[in-house]
């Protein structure tokens, strides 16, 4: 049974910085594409950033470029967000998903999109107060 268990998040003031991880079992993690996305009511998933199975190539939504990092640990099977200068506009409900297929890298140039996903957690909530 694969399980991806978020951790992390929480509240913070416009400006500060947060860290969300997640940990995977029942999957080879280290053959797996993994992602973070983010979601808000009412709207579809976002893909905020993604990391290769290596983890040599990131890829990163315009809005939060330059202030999220997202990095891998494939002997913990650990994914993690760190997030910095967080906005209000950054709210939502943050999921950690891994890629339907191994070795796959499902993102583009521009966009990562989640019906390439097919694993997913539960979410941990990231709310930033203006």
């Not at 796959?104 to 997913?120: A, L, V």
Request: aromatic share 10%; with cysteine; net charge neutral.
């Amino acid at each position: 049974q694969v399980q991806l268990v978020e951790s992390g998040g929480g509240s913070v003031q416009a400006g500060g910085s947060l860290n969300v991880s997640c940990v995977v079992s029942g999957l080879r993690f280290s053959d797996f594409s993994m992602a973070w996305f983010r979601r808000t009511p009412g709207q579809e998933h976002i893909g905020v950033a993604a990391i290769t199975p290596g983890g040599t190539t990131t890829y990163y939504v315009d809005s939060v470029k330059g202030r999220f990092t997202i990095s891998r640990d494939n002997g913990k099977n650990t994914v993690a967000l760190r997030m910095t200068s967080l906005k209000p506009e950054d709210t939502a409900v943050y999921y950690c998903a891994a890629a339907k297929n191994i070795g796959e890298w499902p993102c583009d140039g521009t966009t990562c999109s989640s019906e390439d996903f097919g694993y997913w957690g539960r979410g941990t909530q990231v709310t930033v107060s203006s």
